[in-house]
């Protein structure tokens, strides 16, 4: 009598499947966006600390950091604990096939896992308080609120905003007697950071060469393949999920690597940019706080990437030596070959361009994969006078000697 | 935390409510509701498929989950939920769709201070807006006895720290039938009483938000909405 809701889900029928293969071959996405042009991203945060509610066009994700103290684990006396719970069910999917959605929820999970915990974003070790007796354990509930595709980005984003938005309360440790402060006593600390990790989807089809950013729901479900790279506002590597069936080269990969990272710092000054506000807005009292109430309707509270960013751009303008200028550019520019005209040749001007420049060696050093690399012994070739020039100092040659490590990494998946 | 509070509001009147319909793109119809600065998110779906088990032939199944904002749900949460169903129980015309399941989901967003209300408003709101058949709209209104022993009406959170007791009250929109009432702490039936009627009055204001809101959705002035007399099923 009722169709089952999963067949509802856009991009699973074949129609839909052929329709996204051939507008992608034709280089054009059903809601009119280029290949790498992302959804506008939106920022709320709540009246707590560490609550945050982030939507990517129709994607919508609620996120919520607490914290408790408990005992360490054995194996890790002197750290703390980072907890990520990933909720897919509820409003989102009001009525979805169990297997579908324990594959969703997992690969989502092991994803934040990987982002943040394996990645060793947040200080663990700033949160003991007495070494095998209390750590704080910090708890991260993700909560999906509308699937739209593109789950992995939205998330990270929401979990790295809620975390360094959120503020645990003081405590001492003295005579076996634990004292937490409340916020009136002393103020709140907010949590310490190695990096700042934020991940960009890809998605890849059989028909094109042309991955595609930020897709939708539709999109997602049609493509061949989904590649997930995380980065950090350093433009390392963090995380790289590759699966599915289409054939990918390395040049497609390393494309959509350079794009990611530009993309990733961009999103990490984006948040910064928002926490800012969020202070700013907070200080000055508290009638201002509107809390997640500002979600509701059209309110200036909303914190939205196209603003601010091209906020910042314009201030940018005025003194025009910024890096983030040319990582918006880049961005933002219609057609990926395009966009490798246009940063290439202003490499050697930014340092962040000449940090891309260093992923390209491995290429031509590591001869697991020959095919690969003559492909990209072209982008290589460039690469390389490039790096000549560069003032290579011994941390450049270490994050090169990390970026290689995840390059191997990488190649194994392909 | 310094919050906004209820300051700018008398204590015998509602928060300013606000809602926006269909946020979300995967259900058959959603609200985002917020009364003060708490805030809901509730999701329809239905009539749709049922599991063997639940089915009834008389009328449809009844799912309801009420999600808070952190963690898996409590008994505090449960007990939520439990309220939001049996009001829906009360008001759904089961009968309209024999062999199937409604399923309504309601998500925390922000809790402060009268969050059963606001979840069980929002549930009515997106019954309404998804087009669920309902007997009657409904809305509920929470209540508190201060220290002082006043009555204080849709109290915010940091109000309800020192109360005496604490009511939620729904009502029905055709007859003003009391639907739930859930009481806690010590009282005098007379306070009861004056509280009823006192949630009675500001549910009526809750009545003529739904029926604003879902005239402006529809694009209809609020004129019209005006205009009714007499409180309709408001099926949309």
Same mark, same amino acid.
């Given at each position: ?414 | ?70 963690? $898996?749900? @409590?008994? =505090?949460?449960?007990?939520?939920? *439990?309220?939001?169903? &049996?009001?829906?129980? #009360?008001?759904?015309? /089961? ?84 639907? $739930?009432? @859930?009481? =806690?702490?010590?009282?005098?039936? *007379?306070?009861?009483? &004056?509280?009823?009627? #006192?949630?009675?009055? /500001? ?34």
């Amino acid at each position: 009598m009722f169709m089952n809701s999963n067949l509802f889900e856009p991009g699973k029928s074949k129609p839909e499947r052929n329709f996204v293969q051939l507008a992608v071959k034709q280089n054009q996405r059903f809601d009119g966006r280029r290949s790498n042009e992302c959804r506008d991203v939106e920022l709320a945060f709540g009246e707590d600390w560490g609550t945050v509610a982030v939507s990517l066009g129709d994607t919508k994700v609620l996120t919520h950091v607490s914290c408790d103290l408990g005992a360490p684990t054995t194996s890790r006396p002197n750290e703390g604990k980072l907890q990520l719970n990933v909720n897919l069910g509820g409003v989102a999917f009001l009525d979805e096939v169990q297997t579908t959605h324990e594959q969703r929820s997992l690969t989502l999970n092991s994803l934040l896992e990987r982002t943040f915990r394996s990645s060793r974003c947040v200080d663990l070790e700033s949160l003991c308080v007495a070494a095998e007796q209390h750590v704080w354990c910090i708890r991260v509930d993700i909560n999906v609120l509308n699937h739209d595709g593109n789950l992995y980005d939205a998330s990270t984003i929401a979990t790295l905003a809620a975390l360094m938005h959120f503020r645990r309360p003081d405590v001492t440790f003295a005579d076996d007697e634990l004292r937490i402060y409340t916020e009136k006593e002393r103020e709140f600390i907010p949590l310490l950071f190695l990096h700042y990790p934020v991940s960009v989807t890809y998605c890849i089809y059989k028909s094109s060469n042309q991955p595609i950013v930020d897709p939708t729901l539709l999109e997602e479900n049609a493509a061949d393949s989904v590649i997930v790279l995380s980065f950090n506002s350093y433009q390392e590597l963090c995380t790289l999920n590759a699966g599915g069936t289409a054939p990918t080269n390395v040049r497609t990969i390393m494309q959509c690597a350079r794009n990611a990272a530009n993309r990733a710092k961009a999103l990490v000054d984006f948040i910064r940019k928002a926490l800012s506000l969020d202070e700013e807005r907070r200080l000055q009292g508290s009638r201002l706080i509107q809390g997640l109430a500002a979600l509701i309707g059209e309110t200036p509270y909303k914190l939205s990437f196209s603003k601010l960013m091209g906020q910042q751009k314009l201030e940018l303008q005025a003194s025009l030596n910024d890096k983030i200028e040319v990582d918006n550019k880049s961005i933002s520019k219609p057609e990926v070959e395009e966009i490798q005209a246009m940063v290439e040749p202003s490499k050697p001007e930014t340092d962040t361009a000449m940090d891309t420049s260093s992923w390209l060696p491995p290429d031509e050093d590591s001869q697991e994969l020959p095919m690969p690399a003559e492909a990209s012994t072209s982008k290589a070739g460039k690469g390389k006078p490039n790096h000549s020039k560069s003032k290579a100092n011994k941390k450049k040659l270490a994050k090169r000697q990390n970026h290689s490590d995840s390059e191997e990494e990488a190649k194994q998946v392909i | 935390m310094n919050l906004p509070g209820k300051m700018d509001v008398e204590k015998d009147k509602l928060r300013q409510m606000h809602c926006e319909f269909n946020p979300l793109s995967r259900c058959d119809g959603s609200v985002m509701y917020s009364q003060g600065a708490t805030v809901v998110i509730a999701a329809v779906l239905g009539p749709i498929e049922v599991k063997t088990q639940n089915l009834s032939i008389d009328g449809s199944y009844l799912e309801c989950n009420y999600r808070p904002k952190a963690g $898996l749900p @409590q008994v =505090k949460e449960r007990i939520r939920e *439990a309220a939001i169903r &049996d009001v829906l129980e #009360l008001a759904l015309l /089961a009968e309209a769709h024999p062999r199937s399941k409604m399923s309504v989901q309601v998500q925390e967003l922000e809790d402060r201070g009268s969050v059963d209300a606001c979840a069980v408003n929002s549930a009515c709101l997106a019954m309404l807006i998804g087009g669920l058949p309902l007997k009657c709209s409904f809305a509920a209104v929470h209540c508190i006895i201060n220290e002082q022993g006043e009555y204080l009406l849709d109290p915010d959170q940091s109000e309800t720290l020192h109360q005496r007791a604490s009511f939620t009250f729904a009502f029905d929109s055709v007859e003003g039938n009391l639907l $739930l009432v @859930q009481t =806690k702490g010590a009282f005098k039936i *007379a306070q009861f009483n &004056d509280i009823e009627c #006192l949630c009675r009055a /500001a549910s009526a204001e809750i009545f003529q938000f739904y029926r604003s809101q879902i005239a402006k959705y529809h694009g209809r002035s609020e004129a019209i909405a005006d205009q009714k007399e007499e409180p309709s099923s408001m099926e949309t």
